[in-house]
């Protein structure tokens, strides 16, 4: 009888440590080999670059990339709050671009997570110009940090990240030649926008903005332009002295239409740009890549004509 009694308090006590070793396995999840990280990113654009750093040691999920809204109107959903709680590295863009998400980070509350703000890291104060991705050196800075975060987060393959970093410069590389080379050869050509989204990258080729600062911030912002910055941008356009206008296609208004029937009358050259990565599958550099060809093959044209 008291055999029986020490076997079954035997099998008791192997029962509690394994119990106890099951429920501590799920609070306590060791970094191996075989566990991706899981990355959520505000937008495509930025998801892009951090996917492609991460290769086949990540898991990335980007919340913005419908061709066919708004980024600036995005509203999260409790997938978003779910996905933003599970992850461990989390990119945003700041300036009130995805305030929505900075909401979720500060609700989840989730320990030892990452956070990357865009906005924190180049160090723009708040109500300045987002669009932080047209902007070639803030595109290196984030990819550097992105780089250094994911060595923190997972020191093992530190070794494997340096080689996707290297590969990725290589290849924001062509960009920026070709930026260089539309900044030597147009450099001070007028050109004009629908939207403050190409004011980074006009300042990075070297080409004169000219369009109201008041009207592409408000067609940003959402908001309606004063009738004094509309006469002046139809004028601009009028004058024959604008080579080039870029059309934000994401936030196209009847206002922003107008602009570009206008363009086109007077034989200004249209070039579309869009905010989130389109399509959705492709790398940034490609897709910005395809961009900054058609800026230069306009300019192009124009120098011919």
Do not use: C
């Given at each position: 009888?008291?055999r029986?009694?020490?076997?079954?308090?035997i099998?008791?006590?192997s029962?509690?440590i394994?119990?106890a070793?099951?429920i501590?396995?799920?609070?306590?999840k060791?970094?191996?080999?075989?566990?991706?990280l899981?990355?959520?990113?505000g937008?495509?654009f930025?998801?892009?670059?951090?996917?492609?750093l991460?290769?086949?040691?990540?898991?990335?999920?980007s919340?913005v990339?419908?061709?066919?809204?708004?980024?600036?109107?995005?509203e999260?959903?409790?997938?978003?709050?779910?996905a933003?709680?599970?992850?461990n590295?989390?990119?945003?863009?700041?300036?009130?671009?995805?305030d929505?998400?900075?909401?979720?980070?500060a609700?989840s509350?989730?320990?030892?997570?990452?956070?990357?703000?865009?906005?924190?890291?180049?160090?723009v104060?708040?109500?300045s110009?987002?669009?932080?991705?047209?902007?070639p050196?803030?595109?290196?800075?984030?990819?550097?940090?992105?780089?250094l975060?994911?060595?923190?987060?997972?020191?093992?393959n530190a070794a494997?990240?340096?080689?996707?970093?290297?590969?990725?410069?290589?290849?924001?590389?062509?960009?920026?030649k070709r930026?260089?080379e539309?900044?030597?050869?147009?450099?001070?050509?007028?050109v004009?926008?629908?939207?403050s989204i190409?004011?980074?990258?006009?300042?990075a080729t070297?080409l004169d903005l000219?369009?109201?600062?008041?009207?592409?911030k408000a067609?940003?912002?959402?908001t309606?332009?004063?009738p004094q910055?509309i006469i002046?941008?139809?004028?601009q356009?009028?004058?024959?002295?604008v080579?080039?206008?870029?059309?934000?296609e994401?936030t196209?208004?009847p206002?922003t239409?107008?602009?570009k029937?206008?363009?086109?009358?007077?034989?200004?050259?249209?070039?579309?740009?869009?905010?989130t990565?389109?399509?959705?599958?492709?790398?940034?550099q490609?897709?910005?890549g395809?961009?900054?060809?058609?800026?230069?093959?306009?300019l192009?044209?124009?120098?011919?004509g």
């Amino acid at each position: 009888m008291i055999r029986k009694k020490i076997v079954l308090i035997i099998i008791i006590v192997s029962a509690i440590i394994v119990s106890a070793g099951i429920i501590g396995s799920q609070f306590i999840k060791p970094q191996s080999s075989s566990t991706k990280l899981q990355i959520v990113a505000g937008e495509n654009f930025w998801g892009s670059l951090v996917s492609q750093l991460g290769g086949t040691k990540v898991q990335v999920l980007s919340i913005v990339s419908d061709p066919n809204a708004d980024p600036h109107e995005y509203e999260s959903n409790a997938a978003d709050a779910q996905a933003i709680a599970n992850a461990n590295f989390i990119i945003v863009n700041g300036i009130g671009y995805d305030d929505w998400a900075l909401h979720l980070i500060a609700a989840s509350n989730t320990p030892n997570q990452t956070v990357l703000n865009v906005q924190n890291l180049v160090g723009v104060p708040s109500g300045s110009n987002p669009h932080l991705w047209y902007s070639p050196s803030y595109v290196n800075e984030t990819v550097h940090q992105m780089y250094l975060d994911l060595v923190s987060l997972d020191p093992t393959n530190a070794a494997y990240y340096h080689q996707q970093y290297v590969n990725l410069n290589a290849s924001l590389g062509v960009n920026n030649k070709r930026i260089n080379e539309i900044k030597q050869q147009f450099n001070g050509t007028e050109v004009a926008s629908t939207e403050s989204i190409f004011v980074f990258l006009a300042n990075a080729t070297g080409l004169d903005l000219v369009s109201p600062p008041e009207f592409m911030k408000a067609v940003a912002e959402g908001t309606d332009p004063s009738p004094q910055s509309i006469i002046q941008f139809q004028n601009q356009l009028e004058s024959g002295n604008v080579s080039v206008l870029i059309f934000n296609e994401q936030t196209i208004s009847p206002l922003t239409q107008e602009m570009k029937v206008t363009a086109t009358q007077y034989h200004v050259t249209v070039v579309g740009v869009t905010e989130t990565i389109q399509p959705p599958d492709r790398s940034f550099q490609d897709w910005m890549g395809a961009e900054i060809l058609a800026l230069q093959n306009a300019l192009n044209s124009k120098g011919l004509g």
